[in-house]
């Protein structure tokens, strides 16, 4: 089901790319699916009946989705899709018909399968995504349940200032710590990379060490997930609005604060900070903060990030000298003096402030 889906896959973006490049409309969700029942009916690719075919479908769906997210300026770091490798990983979507029964959960065209039961599954099941991951097959299940309305949440407000070498700056002073894990494993990644390359192909060792390596990269994503569920969780419930920048509206030349860079440097900044973002995962801190708070009766508040760094908290002052240096913010007009991130969490705050009484 995994390479069947891998297959619609790569099959409907190389299409797709390719129509790109004539500078042909893209086929999406509807059209596609009517290739998928052509393909199956095909001598060549009739082995996809074997598979479930909503899966399929999914399959494409998700096409579809990443590459209207490509093309939405709103959402400036999607990139176009990628072509899905073989081996470790993959996944396929089951969208009805799932059931779970004590420790066992059945799946269309599979059957009943015996799992590990993490937790309870309350609420109506609406699909179910089985995944390949290193260490063996995972099932998470989307439920659908009324959940009563969360009483209002008392407590202070905060400005969280996401930054590059410090991760998270807030408005009360706390700097968190950028996410390390994984550059603390990339060495060890590194390392295993360049043993790979040495062994010969289709060897036994090689398998192995793709198998260590693949590991590797499931316990960096475990780390990264663990840490930003502790920070999001723990400011959740001190904090009852947190006002954070709208990324999406850009700015993402913010390595540049206060410092004087030609043109040329600034694009490798760019695609370098784009690298950091996403590892350190701030949209998905965002996300977590969002249905942390709403689940917790709090907000939270998104405000256009605009020269954050240059503008004094206490004053207001707005101005490139300010910034004397990537850690410290002093204030040409009133002399404030203050670590940088957190100065740029208090304007952050104070934005969220205004909008509000607004
Ligand atoms: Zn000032």
Redesign the pocket.
């Known amino acids: 089901m995994v390479g069947h889906a891998r297959f619609v896959w790569n099959k409907a973006l190389r299409l797709n790319l390719d129509r790109l490049e004539q500078g042909l409309p893209i086929v999406w969700y509807d059209d596609l699916c009517g290739l998928l029942r052509l393909w199956k009916q095909s001598e060549e690719y009739g082995f996809l009946a074997e598979a479930n075919a909503q899966s399929l479908q999914q399959k494409l769906r998700d096409l579809d989705r990443a590459f209207t997210d490509a093309f939405d300026s709103a959402q400036p770091m999607k990139r176009l899709p990628r072509f899905k490798k073989r081996g470790v990983g993959g996944s396929f979507r089951l969208p009805q018909d799932v059931k779970v029964e004590n420790r066992r959960v059945f799946l269309p065209k599979i059957g009943w399968v015996g799992f590990f039961k993490s937790r309870e599954v309350p609420g109506t099941i609406k699909n179910a995504t089985v995944t390949r991951e290193a260490n063996g097959w995972y099932v998470s299940i989307q439920t659908e349940a009324e959940i009563p309305e969360p009483n209002l949440h008392i407590g202070p407000a905060i400005g969280v200032d996401r930054g590059v070498a410090v991760f998270a700056a807030t408005s009360d002073g706390e700097l968190v710590d950028p996410v390390n894990s994984y550059a603390k494993s990339m060495e060890r990644l590194a390392r295993l990379q360049r043993k790979l390359a040495r062994q010969r192909k289709g060897s036994r060792n090689r398998a192995k060490t793709r198998a260590r390596i693949a590991r590797l990269h499931q316990s960096i994503r475990r780390q990264r997930a663990d840490f930003l569920h502790k920070v999001s969780t723990r400011w959740s419930k001190s904090h009852a609005l947190i006002v954070l920048e709208d990324l999406r509206i850009g700015n993402m030349t913010r390595s540049a604060r206060g410092t004087v860079e030609s043109p040329g440097s600034r694009i490798a900044q760019k695609s370098g900070l784009n690298r950091a973002i996403l590892d350190q995962g701030w949209d998905e801190l965002g996300r977590m903060l969002g249905y942390k708070l709403r689940e917790r009766g709090g907000h939270r508040l998104l405000v256009p990030p605009q020269q954050s760094s240059q503008e004094?908290s206490?004053?207001g002052?707005v101005a490139p000298e300010n910034r004397t240096s990537r850690d410290v913010f002093r204030?040409v007009?009133?002399g404030?003096t203050e670590h940088a991130d957190v100065n740029a969490a208090k304007v952050i705050l104070a934005r969220g402030t205004a909008a509000r009484a607004a």
């Open positions: 004094c206490e004053c002052h204030c007009a009133c404030h």
